[in-house]
């Protein structure tokens, strides 16, 4: 079966700092592999997108940048952190075949707090 | 105006109640409508998958889409404590609502 890792699962840096937030995906084969950020009361949004090794899509433009190295990795990073990126982090995958009709299998998410 | 919208609640029902969750969206070219359940601190499961209109269910489940309205809507009947979550309603795989919090009081 499919599962899905995300680390950490808490992270509290300081404003200006880097980021790096990884995410990897086993028991399937080229994914689609997803970023989202779930601020409260703001539903998810999605960040960023990749159908393959090297391929990214950016959904909304800010200071943050993804990153897909191997075929089920998926990292997430920031040169420096804002206090408005805190929120939480979700990275989800799918199986491969063409939106809108993926379902998507979302991992456990990391809690990011800018201080 | 918002792609979609969801009424955040909370909602407070007792064990057994009957529970309707509702989304409303704009855009009427959506073709696929999901809801997934978030427990505190864990990332969403899905619970239902939809295509255009019509019902569907799966166990105490049921989700409604009304295109014609553009508002869709999940039934959880008998429900039970273990519901108490996040549920939240998507769109075309990307749309999401904010979701409404759910207690379930034993």
């Known amino acids: 079966s499919q599962t899905i890792h995300q680390w950490p699962a808490t992270l509290v840096q300081p404003v200006g700092s880097p980021l790096s937030l990884e995410c990897t995906v086993e028991?399937?084969?080229?994914?689609?592999l997803y970023w989202y950020r779930q601020a409260a009361g703001r539903g998810l949004q999605l960040l960023f997108y990749?159908?393959?090794?090297?391929?990214i899509s950016s959904e909304v433009p800010q200071n943050l940048s993804a990153s897909r190295p191997q075929d089920r990795q998926f990292i997430l990073s920031s040169k420096k952190l804002l206090l408005s990126d805190s929120g939480f982090y979700l990275c989800a995958w799918s199986s491969g075949g063409i939106p809108p009709a993926e379902t998507q299998y979302f991992g456990p998410g990391t809690r990011l707090l800018v201080l | 105006q918002k792609e979609v919208e969801q009424d955040p609640g909370p909602l407070s029902v007792p064990e057994g109640a009957i529970v309707s969750l509702n989304c409303t969206y704009s855009n009427s070219a959506f073709q696929y409508f999901m809801w997934y359940r978030q427990y505190s601190r864990k990332g969403p499961e899905l619970l239902m998958y939809?295509?255009?209109?019509g019902n569907k269910e799966d166990g105490r489940f049921t989700a409604q889409v009304d295109k014609s309205s553009k508002y869709i809507s999940l039934f959880i009947r008998d429900s039970q404590p273990s519901d108490s979550a996040t549920y939240l309603c998507?769109?075309?795989?990307?749309?999401f609502g904010t979701g409404t919090s759910l207690t379930v009081i034993p």
């Open positions: 939809t295509y255009s209109s």
């Open positions: 990749s159908v393959g090794i090297g391929q």
């Open positions: 028991g399937t084969s080229n994914p689609n």
């Open positions: 998507a769109m075309d795989q990307f749309y």
